[in-house]
């Protein structure tokens, strides 16, 4: 038989036992989750027809073997709306070109070696000040990649990896600042007209309406590393007016190895409209199917590349 004063007690306690229990369950749940489903909107289904009809037709290379690819899209920073875009545009690229299989994660713990053996190619969409959460996470993406996989990103995939440098070098620079905002249409050259990569571009510079980088200068590999293959076009006044001094080269994708691992990274993709541009994603396809490995492509760093004439912009 409970006593009164033992009575006064129990329910003295209920309360604060209830609000206990709901502030444990309201920690554990993932800020990410709710941060995401505030920014994230659902794709109607004329954007996703339109994503589709940009996709291309078939892959650029007959696959050598079955792929398979696993997208990231977790932002601990600044979240781009543009991320369900880029999932979209994947999947359908998936579906459509049959060019590789593709699953989608926003958790850490897809970073073991047990998980990460079953694909091909990590992609980082948009991510940004990725965190992982223990050195063995890590250690599994870089080993990953030594081991003769591939890693892509799209445009904030070099917003990441503030405290694992090694990382941050796969990509090849991090983010210091976009003087070319999103609402700027910009022009573009090609450094190397003729590379497999640049194909959707049909050797010709160009001008595009998206939100553009530049890196911090003390962790951009620089053309000594990189294999450049578009660059903003400094010839144009309405680019480098941007900025009042800084670097005269801009560069927007390229491709890199490392160790036996593959490597492709483009800054475009902060606008939705990105991921409606066939030639965007052509160039996406092209990127992903040389980090694979299915796509040969010339890799030698730009620096020893030889004497490669850019095609520039055309003027306005």
Request: aromatic share 10%; with cysteine; glycine share 8%.
């Amino acid at each position: 038989m409970i006593t009164l004063p033992r009575l006064l007690i129990v329910l003295t306690l209920f309360p604060l036992a209830l609000w206990t229990n709901r502030v444990t369950a309201q920690d554990s749940v993932d800020p990410w989750q709710k941060k995401k489903s505030e920014v994230f909107k659902p794709l109607t289904d004329d954007t996703k027809q339109a994503i589709l009809d940009a996709v291309p037709q078939a892959p650029t290379v007959k696959p050598q073997a079955a792929r398979k690819i696993l997208v990231f899209y977790r932002c601990e920073g600044f979240i781009h709306g543009s991320i369900p875009h880029a999932n979209e545009a994947i999947r359908a690229m998936a579906e459509k070109t049959r060019a590789f299989d593709v699953d989608f994660a926003d958790t850490y713990d897809v970073f073991t070696p047990e998980n990460l053996q079953q694909y091909d190619l990590v992609l980082l969409n948009n991510t940004t000040g990725m965190q992982f959460q223990k050195p063995s996470q890590q250690n599994a993406l870089l080993d990953f990649i030594a081991a003769g996989k591939g890693l892509a990103g799209i445009h904030a995939a070099s917003d990441n990896f503030g405290d694992f440098p090694k990382c941050r070098a796969l990509i090849g620079g991090q983010f210091g600042g976009h003087p070319w905002g999103a609402g700027g249409n910009w022009a573009f050259k090609l450094d190397d007209p003729d590379h497999a990569l640049n194909r959707a571009f049909g050797g010709h510079g160009f001008w595009h309406r998206d939100e553009i980088y530049q890196y911090q200068p003390s962790t951009y590999q620089g053309p000594q590393v990189l294999r450049l293959l578009v660059s903003l076009d400094m010839n144009q006044a309405d680019v480098a007016n941007r900025i009042a001094d800084g670097p005269r080269e801009v560069p927007v994708s390229w491709i890199r190895t490392a160790g036996d691992g593959r490597i492709f990274y483009t800054n475009f993709g902060h606008r939705n409209e990105t991921f409606e541009n066939p030639a965007m994603l052509s160039h996406i396809l092209d990127g992903i199917q040389y980090a694979i490995g299915d796509l040969s492509a010339d890799a030698t760093p730009t620096a020893d590349a030889g004497d490669l004439q850019p095609a520039l912009a055309p003027n306005k």
